[in-house]
């Protein structure tokens, strides 16, 4: 591959690429979109609704206005298109969750020196007990799959298949998603019991309480007790150390009946373990909050899925954003 041409003003853009960042989570942590809503604001309205310094609030909304996510006009202040359709809490569209989990994570990556020295997680799994992190990360999840999943379903056929295990599903998007395309599927959605209450109004937001149940478990410590003719494992295996993995793998293929199909659903690396990017980015995320978690690649998940015993094991070639992809294996 050619050596990418770095100059000093590229390097310094991304050195300082943060300054925006932040721009964009204090505008969603603020809620200034949806207070903006379809009105034309002064700074100061704008101001007096959400209670802030009007001086630094107007530094704030000229800024978000430079990056074109607000319009300003004669001192009023509007959202643009995008702004109202995916930054305001009314639409039904709003990615705010995920932008908001994005903020809190800053911390611990402005630490990220501390994490490599030690080896050690810098932001404990202490933080998700607090229930404004538990909401951000989970519906932050949910706004993550609901743009990917309605494609992704279309390239897993499930059309023989009948009950679905969604092992540590989140709020059950992929769950609703696989049933929308199925309708003879049913599913059963196992995570946390902190999650239920995410899962279930997700759920019956979609009208699926006939076809998607929520099941209480902590998939390291305990089994899973009912039998599947297929498992989706998405984006779990990441926040576990390879140990940990194969035990998870190992529960979820002799949960199968024989046929039966796994589909692994992660961030995979090259097996050189550079790139792509993302994944790899997505591995000292993983490293800053969490005991053993890590981006695996392909052949660590092929490796795995054999030990369990799975065989006909296959990357599906897809193209999925963040360099995410599939593994699929047949029990
Ligand atoms: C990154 S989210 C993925 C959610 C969903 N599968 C998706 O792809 O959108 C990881 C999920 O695993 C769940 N989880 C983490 N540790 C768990 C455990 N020990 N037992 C059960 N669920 C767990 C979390 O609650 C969370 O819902």
Redesign the pocket.
Known sequence: MAEHRWNPGELLKLSGGYWQTCVLHAGVKLDVFTTIGADRLTGKAVAGRIDADSRGLGMLLNALTAMELLVKTDDHFQNTTFAQEFLSTSSPRYIGHIILHHQQLMESWAHLDQGVKTGKPVRTRASRSDDDWREN??MG??N??MQLAPKLVTHIDLSDRRHLL??????G??AIHFCRRYPRLKATV???P??RPFAEKTIDKFGLTDRITFKD?????EGIQETFDAAWL???LH?ESPENCRKIINKAVAALESGGMIVI?EFILNNTMDGPLFPTLFSLNMLLGTEGGQAYSERQLFDMLADAGASDIRRLPIDIPNDSGIVTGIR
């Open positions: 990360f989970l999840m949910f993550m799959a969604d092992l540590g599903g989140g709020p998007t992929y196992y995570d946390l902190t999650t478990i902590n998939f390291i410590e998405s984006h779990i926040g659903h």
